[in-house]
């Protein structure tokens, strides 16, 4: 970091923009900004704060470190979005259909009893709106608003390492600083950038799932076209086919999709799962999956083909991720385990689409169930047969361009008055990567991670002091029901920052021998199963030149949780704790 010590006033410290090139001197009322080619100072453009901690983010993880930061423990803490309110992935992803995969009563927070017995889900599975309107809940219950500061869009994070501060460098030209930084991005929030040649010529409209406008899109009438059948493709697919004149689905991979057996909320097992709801949490935390799901059997292959067949009727007529994670425990270790449940898959496809040409398009053949996330569906299947839908296979007719009146494959035009693209996300290290992140030494983020992401525990980098990444990649959040991995992450980062206060520690960060162990046994585990063989965002494979490499923990909630208990319970074995040798060096003139 440069300093100008002639510049400086008494009692100010210094600070630098890292995108301009411009350094801010101030105590924090002030704002003279000193630009470093000319020498000269100019007033900046925003304020210069001081926190104990920054959180990015308002969604699940952001709202729940907000909370316990700054309620539970007393610090002074200041959280960014760069959406207008609280939300993160629920707030941008408001498409037609859009719903939680993990049933609500599970896929909510732990942290507040009193906040999970006053909350009742409408549905099993609950749909976007309501899931936004709780996390509003929560931000009203707990007073979360007044610290986050909305439409501000972090675009720098340097360590300032002769303070031992973050600072945040903001869209509008603000800065902050704090000594704890952690990030609540998210993993799939940043949208793959579309890579279809003249997508800017279109002259209807162009809607992405990850970025949906707040007012109902109306299709009435209107040709529709959809790109992608992922989870949010699918999800969209059923919905817009209901609306639409006409919707063609342009996919280039089918999806192994099974039914998630929505349905309203029954007083009755909602009242029997609040009466022992700490008990299921706990049961929920010791599985694999984070769901109070019962153990599965060991093998698919030691079954008879009977018992087999009882246990996958079980569990795709149950609904949710029964299948995949409830049926078999070697059905993502074992390609022939794996064969039994993918043709089963094919085989109920081939029961509920009437036309066995499109069956047979919609049925995966090319990778093994559950290697890329399985997407859950409502007559998803049956959509296709309606009259106006249309299925268009651009695997082996790829897209070739966008066109002022639709969208062109290699084997032919389709005219569109509306494009809907469900492309899916640069996911987990995208959000982190485009924040701008600058470590110890000045090193970047993005050169640190440039072949793949290097982390201890998925929460934390070496030479990244004082940042927590919440479910971070190689993290166990791939497979682990959402809020509960959140709410995990963060009290493991929160009893660190306690820990660090209480024994007066400035800095804390992983050394490389723990990280490079964690890499590796990420790597092992991964290498065990079917995943590295297919090309999916876990991969990083949906993105062009994007390192492919496996991003998750694979062993389960239980066996992480096991691990983050025992590193904490050793004093944060594998982490370096440090303390400035001078505090805050202040120039004085
Ligand atoms: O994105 P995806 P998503 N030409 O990457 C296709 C979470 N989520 O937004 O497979 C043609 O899965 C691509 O094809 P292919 C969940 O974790 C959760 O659907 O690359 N097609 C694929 O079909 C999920 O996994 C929920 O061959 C192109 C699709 O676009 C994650 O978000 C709901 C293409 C992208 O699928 C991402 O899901 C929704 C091209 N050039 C999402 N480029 C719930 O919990 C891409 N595709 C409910």
Redesign the pocket.
């Known amino acids: 970091m440069k300093i100008f010590p002639s510049m400086v006033k008494e009692g100010a410290v210094v600070k630098e923009n890292a995108t301009a090139n411009i350094f801010a001197l101030g105590s924090g009322r002030e704002n003279l900004m000193l630009d470093a080619k000319t020498g000269s100072t100019v007033t900046s453009p925003g304020k210069i704060e001081e926190f104990d901690a920054i959180i990015i983010g308002a969604g699940f993880a952001g709202l729940y470190a907000l909370h316990r930061l700054r309620d539970q423990m007393g610090l002074s803490v200041r959280a960014f979005d760069a959406a207008s309110d609280v939300g993160g992935t629920w707030y941008w ?1 408001r498409y037609p259909g ?4 993990i049933e609500s009563i599970h896929y909510s927070y732990s942290f507040s009893p009193e906040l999970q017995q006053e909350w009742t889900w409408s549905e099993r599975f609950s749909a976007q709106p309501e899931i936004l309107r709780y996390l509003n809940h929560v931000a009203d219950r707990f007073d979360l608003r007044r610290d986050i500061h909305f439409n501000t869009r972090v675009t720098s994070l340097v360590w300032d390492d002769n303070n031992k501060l973050w600072k945040v460098g903001t869209e509008d030209g603000s800065i902050a600083r704090a000594k704890y930084l952690i990030s609540g991005a998210g993993n ?1 929030s940043v949208p ?1 950038v579309p ?2 040649k003249g997508v800017e010529n279109f002259k209807g409209e162009v809607y992405l ?2 970025k949906w406008p707040h007012e109902r899109v109306d299709f009435t009438g209107k040709r529709v076209g959809i ?7 699918i ?1 969209a697919i059923t919905e817009i086919a209901k609306e639409a004149a006409h919707l063609t689905v ?4 089918p ?1 192994y999709a099974t039914p998630n057996a929505n349905a309203p909320t029954d007083p009755d097992i909602d009242r029997q799962i609040k009466a022992h709801y700490a008990e299921i949490r706990t049961k929920s935390r010791n599985s694999f999956l984070g769901v109070p799901y019962d153990q599965a059997q060991p093998s698919a292959l030691v079954v008879s083909a009977e018992e087999r067949r009882r246990v996958y009727d079980e569990c795709y007529t149950q609904g949710g991720f029964r299948l995949a994670f409830d049926s078999f425990a070697d059905l993502l270790f074992n390609k022939e385990a794996n064969e039994t449940v993918a043709e089963y898959i094919r085989e109920r496809i081939r029961e509920r689409v009437n036309d066995p040409a499109v069956a047979e398009l919609l049925a995966p053949k090319d990778h093994p169930y559950g290697t ?2 399985p997407p ?1 569906e409502t007559n998803y299947y049956e959509t296709y047969n309606r009259k106006n839908v249309a299925l268009v296979d ?2 082996n007719s ?2 070739d361009a966008i066109t002022e009146t639709g969208v062109r494959t290699t084997s032919g035009e389709y005219k569109l008055d509306v494009i809907v693209l ?4 640069d ?1 987990m290290t995208g959000p982190l990567l485009q924040m701008g992140i600058v470590g110890r030494n000045g090193l970047k983020l993005k050169d640190k991670w440039a072949d793949g992401p290097h982390t201890y525990l998925g929460i934390s980098a070496h030479g990244f002091p004082n940042l927590f990444m919440i479910t971070g990649p190689q993290s166990a959040i791939l497979l682990y029901n959402n809020p509960l991995a959140i709410e995990d992450h963060v009290d493991f980062a929160t009893n660190v920052i306690q820990y660090m206060r209480d024994h007066d520690f400035d800095t804390i960060e992983p050394t490389l021998e723990a990280e490079t162990k964690w890499v590796a046994h990420v790597n092992e585990l991964s290498q065990a199963t079917l995943f590295p063989d297919t ?1 999916s ?1 876990y991969m990083g494979a ?1 993105i062009p030149g994007k390192p492919r490499v496996f991003m998750g923990y694979l062993g389960g909630a239980h066996a992480y949780r096991k691990i983050c208990a025992d590193v904490e319970a050793k004093g944060y074995e594998g982490f370096s704790l440090g303390r400035a040798v001078t505090k805050v060096a202040i120039a004085a003139t």
Do not use: H, M, Y
């Open positions: 992803n859009a719903r939680c995969d799939v793959k890579e279809f799932t990850s790109i992608g059948t992922g989870a949010s493709g999800q342009f996919q280039r991979t999806n890329k996330r859950l651009v695997k790829p897209i469900a492309i899916g996300f996911a090309d965002w949906n």
